[in-house]
């Protein structure tokens, strides 16, 4: 007689949407694994329908409050694409800029208060912060340089208000950005000492042979364009994104989840994946620390990416100096458009990973038609399959032991569900 | 001179109802004065940044589970029963992790109020509801109140 296992995992505790994890044993052996992850952006695609384009950074800011300038860039130049604008060198480098800034608040954050307390067996960054306040403390710092930053060139840290379809609302003056220099200095250093301190962690033996994928652009490490490139081998404008990837709606959850249109196969967005296709173009300290610490060129172990995540600091701290030491205030701070029919779409790398987002809109100046791909629901399928090749690991553990090997897996890709110690409740269902 | 050097920092998001504190605070802005510096944030974790040079630190936010929606109270120092399971959102510390981590770095002010708001919806992009948003003026003189010595 078959003996079934079942463990269910309500919705997960302090987390504003559902995560949950579904686990179907049979005579001991996996029979299935599902994933839910709350996706918030299903409600703006739907609620932008009508809204004049002006609105659509302003609105898809809201989606994430950690991330707002990634769903901002993504929007203007998905719209940009639609209208057929083209933008200045200056508000380019000002867009860079900002997304310096949120790579550095959404990474050290974190890196520090999230993941790091996993590899040195605390169960949260508060119970590691009696232990490691210098390296807590640094977190701390380098976050709030990072909003610092959104404040100043974003308008301020909470969904940044400056941003504008073909620029910005303001230039900042010059010395609104040289006062943050002295800031930036401390943080490289502090950024270069974080990675060396990681990079040192003991790391769980988990490799598989991904396929990763992230933009790719010939001079400079991707923020906010870029081919889309896979370690598949394969290269394509981002207007091919839906010819290559889609989503699909998955009978287990209300998410969405993205997978290869030709062999259905999932795929990992994110640091890790940047690290992979992009590391010559990352800035001279970040890469010299790269081959420092010896970070493994190809990396594909999933844990590892706290290490790139800090690598990706020092790149933005330094790419962010260079920008505030070469600033010169620039008129007109946006490019001028006329409302006009079209369809357009773009992709840029959130700190979590690539975030794809397509619109149509009328003449009359209105959105038709949205669709966002964020980075967590592109990385849905891969995080399910990564727990059913861990889980037959660990299933002789307890399942609150079980539970808590899943959160430190699921975190490696800082989802949009990993702000709490325990945010996964598991579901069991043994036969 | 204020006895206190204070922050108030109004927590929320731009969510129907999670704005109440957001709210708390535009409207204390032009009343408090040299009584307090406002602040507003979005995610807990951002009020360790401002807590340098402060000895009371007071904190509106919004919560869920303790009354009808526009109900609210006034968690005076030390925080007793404080509701410890509200996260703010999902890549961030909660408001009671975060006070926590603030003890444990030993920057957490030795006074700290708390006013939360029972909401209803917090629904994408939304406006605040009519019964929240009724209750505004009463947390203000509160706060008011509390931080000032005086009625609004």
């Known amino acids: ?431 | 001179m204020p006895a206190h050097t204070t922050l108030f920092v109004g927590l929320g998001s731009s969510h129907g109802d999670d704005r109440v504190g957001w709210l708390v605070a535009d409207a204390l802005v032009p009343r408090l004065g040299e009584h307090a510096i406002v602040r507003q944030a979005a995610a807990p974790l951002d009020i360790l940044n401002w807590l340098d040079g402060i000895d009371r630190l007071a904190i509106c936010d919004a919560c869920q589970g303790t009354g009808p929606a526009g109900s609210w109270r006034r968690w005076p120092s030390p925080l007793q029963d404080f509701p410890a399971g509200r996260a703010r959102h999902s890549h961030d510390l909660g408001l009671a992790a975060s006070l926590q981590l603030a003890a444990r770095l030993s920057t957490l002010p030795a006074e700290i109020l708390l006013w939360a708001v029972e909401i209803g919806q917090a629904s994408p992009n939304q406006t605040a509801s009519a019964e929240v948003t009724a209750v505004v003026p009463a947390v203000v003189d509160d706060v008011l109140q509390v931080l000032t010595c005086q009625h609004a």
Request: with cysteine.
């Open chain 1, 1 to 431: 007689m078959s003996e079934t296992r079942t463990i269910r995992v309500e919705a997960l505790s302090r987390v504003e949407g559902e995560g949950a994890l579904h686990i179907r044993l049979r005579d001991g052996a996996i029979e299935d694994v599902q994933l839910n992850i709350y996706e918030p952006p299903r409600f703006f695609e739907a609620l932008l329908r009508g809204r004049p384009l002006e609105e659509v950074p302003d609105i898809t800011a809201r989606i994430c409050g950690i991330c707002p300038v990634a769903y901002q860039m993504t929007s203007v130049h998905a719209l940009e694409a639609a209208l057929g604008i083209g933008i200045s060198p200056e508000i380019r480098r000002l867009r860079r800029l900002l997304y310096c800034g949120e790579w550095i608040e959404s990474h050290a954050l974190h890196i520090h208060f999230l993941h790091a307390p996993d590899f040195l067996g605390y169960e949260s960054g508060i119970a590691m912060a009696a232990d490691h306040p210098l390296e807590v403390k640094r977190g701390l710092r380098l976050k709030k340089h990072g909003n610092q930053l959104l404040e100043v060139l974003g308008g301020r840290a909470i969904h940044p208000v400056n941003v504008a379809i073909g620029g910005f609302y303001r230039a900042p003056r010059r010395e609104e950005l040289a006062a943050l220099i002295p800031d930036f200095e401390w943080g490289l250093q502090a950024a270069v000492e974080t990675t060396r301190w990681l990079a040192g962690l003991s790391f769980p033996d988990f490799s598989r042979p991904y396929e990763m994928v992230a933009l790719v652009h010939p001079d400079e490490y991707p923020f906010n364009e870029g081919d889309v490139a896979s370690t598949a081998g394969y290269s394509v404008p981002v207007t091919e994104y839906e010819r290559r990837f889609e989503e699909l709606h998955v009978s287990h959850s209300t998410a969405l989840q993205s997978q290869r249109i030709d062999t259905r196969g999932c795929y990992f967005v994110g640091p890790l994946a940047r690290l992979n296709l992009c590391r010559e173009q990352l800035s001279p300290a970040a890469r010299r620390l790269a081959d420092e610490v010896g970070f493994d060129s190809p990396c594909m172990n999933p844990y590892k990416s706290i290490v790139a995540r800090g690598l990706e600091v020092v790149h933005a701290y330094e790419e962010a100096l260079t920008i505030l030491r070469d600033y010169r205030p620039f008129r007109p701070p946006r490019v001028e458009y006329q409302p006009r029919a079209g369809e357009g779409c773009a992709a840029t790398e959130a700190p979590r990973g690539l975030i794809y987002h397509r619109y149509r809109v009328n003449d009359s100046g209105a959105v038709e038609f949205a669709k966002i791909v964020p980075p967590t629901s592109q990385n849905q399928k891969q995080i399910e399959d990564d727990l059913k090749t861990y889980l037959p690991t660990i299933l002789t553990e307890p399942d609150n032991r079980v539970a808590e090997l899943c959160e430190r897996l699921v975190r490696n890709y800082d989802p949009c569900i990993s702000c709490s110690t325990h945010f996964l409740k598991l579901h069991w269902e043994r036969t």
